[in-house]
């Protein structure tokens, strides 16, 4: 049984620890599926890829208001699929081609999937139908989520073909129709992907909003522009799921009572699970917690001496960002576990790229009034700063929270064009403590830009009181 000095099992964030500082470690990384994790193959950088065409096939609806008088003649999903993936895959084959290579001599790669079956041994099934044992001093699990699928009947059986995130993007061409069931981000970003491509859509969410986990104004304009665009059933639950003819039938129940809701297609968009159960990590002594992530503390370490978890597999942040930023702190404390530092999570901020584009970092006005936490509010409106009102926006708006006695930003929601760019400078000055009126006051901002969102809603807050 060959011993390492570390395993890193999952080429996502994880892929980029080994570096200079390790090239006297032995090191194996263990994969079970592409190389580059879930961002680069079925999640931040492919659906953002569609999802810049689908901003330009559907700019003719945004152009009525300002005079412009155009149509979309056609979508080319094979060639927009193809572009994509087509780059993607290089990548991915590339990433896997150089850590195999005689670049990373000291890496040996292990195609397959790992479970752990005591302290610090793994068990590798090969993807060539072969096993391999290994152990080691130390361990990084990296080994990211997995989509839910619900159980309900035809789903969880696999009676009823269906996609998840992992597969829709891969399709031979657009569907006349698609049935998305969930009310998330990643519903909401494919939702907008497929109808502006000209696909009928149905959009099937149990809750009374979409995107829920957002500020409730953000979560509620939202709500209100997708259901102007395509069909939103709220409030609605799926019993089962049965094959019909070329497509599906889904069996709802909602405030009208129960019907039936038919596709060519069905996306299943119901969040995503760590891996961390289906590595065994019990048997090397790693806990779970109540959402199966594995548990760590604020440097990045399980209750076990030499193992480090990070991103999706121990994360409650399912983000890209969060994985790179805890994979530098993990590379730090690998090399330097005598002087360990500690992820920052103050202020994660997160995006959903749909239309309208929406950005978050912070605590939301409601968090604020439950919690009992003094808070002052500013909600600016993009139609009323000079790039808003050229656009003839209505509706968007940038929320900004602060603490009225010290001017410290506490929260920042904002939905609206290039909402994700716009609050920027406001994460900025969350993690420098720099005050709202400060932030606003003491430099100049692009006139007529959308910035000024920025300043004008910072100018709309209230002196601090304790300054």
Request: charged share 20%; proline share 5%.
């Amino acid at each position: 049984m060959p011993h390492f000095d570390l395993v890193i099992i999952g080429t996502g964030s994880g892929n980029s620890i080994p570096g200079p500082e390790f090239d006297d470690w032995s090191i194996a990384i263990v994969e079970d599926g592409l190389f580059g994790g879930t961002c680069l193959n079925v999640g931040c950088i492919p659906t953002k890829m569609f999802v810049h065409p689908a901003e330009l096939a559907d700019a003719a609806r945004h152009g009525r208001a300002l005079g412009v008088n155009a149509q979309l003649n056609s979508v080319d999903w094979p060639g927009i699929r193809d572009r994509i993936f087509g780059r993607i895959d290089a990548i991915e084959a590339g990433g896997r081609r150089y850590r195999e290579g005689p670049e990373c001599p000291n890496t040996t790669v292990f195609a397959g999937r790992g479970r752990f079956t005591g302290p610090k041994a793994l068990h590798i099934d090969l993807h060539d139908g072969g096993t391999s044992s290994v152990t080691a001093d130390r361990f990084v699990l990296a080994a990211g989520s997995h989509a839910v699928v619900p159980d309900i009947p035809g789903l969880a059986d696999g009676t009823v073909p269906f996609h998840t995130s992992d597969t829709i993007m891969r399709l031979d061409r657009l569907p006349a129709s698609i049935a998305i069931l969930g009310g998330g981000y990643i519903a909401a970003e494919f939702a907008h992907v497929f109808s502006s491509f000209g696909v009928a859509v149905t959009q099937i969410a149990r809750g009374a909003r979409l995107l829920k986990s957002q500020d409730l104004d953000v979560s509620a304009q939202f709500t209100k522009e997708a259901a102007a665009r395509y069909q939103v059933l709220l409030n609605t639950k799926v019993g089962g799921v049965a094959k019909a003819g070329d497509g599906v039938e889904l069996q709802v129940e909602g405030p009208d009572g129960q019907h039936a809701i038919k596709a060519e297609l069905l996306l299943v968009a119901t969040g995503r699970r760590p891996n961390g159960a289906g590595l065994d990590v019990g048997k090397t002594g790693v806990g779970l917690d109540g959402h199966g992530r594995v548990v760590v503390d604020e440097f990045q370490r399980t209750s076990v001496d030499g193992i480090y978890a990070l991103g999706d597999v121990s994360s409650r942040y399912q983000l890209k960002h969060v994985a790179n930023h805890e994979a530098r702190v993990v590379r730090h404390n690998l090399a330097h576990p005598d002087a360990p530092i500690s992820s920052d999570h103050r202020f994660v901020p997160a995006a959903v790229f749909c239309d309208p584009q929406i950005a978050s970092v912070g605590i939301t006005e409601a968090h604020a009034v439950k919690a009992g936490i003094p808070h002052a509010v500013k909600t600016q409106l993009y139609g009323d700063i000079a790039a808003g009102w050229a656009r003839e926006d209505t509706g968007h708006f940038l929320k900004v929270i602060a603490d009225p006695a010290t001017g410290l930003l506490l929260g920042v929601h904002a939905i609206g064009p290039e909402a994700a760019t716009v609050i920027q400078p406001l994460i900025q000055a969350m993690h420098f403590r720099q005050t709202a009126h400060d932030v606003a006051r003491k430099q100049y901002w692009i006139h007529p830009a959308l910035s000024e969102l920025v300043e004008n809603a910072l100018l709309g807050l209230p002196e601090a009181t304790g300054r």
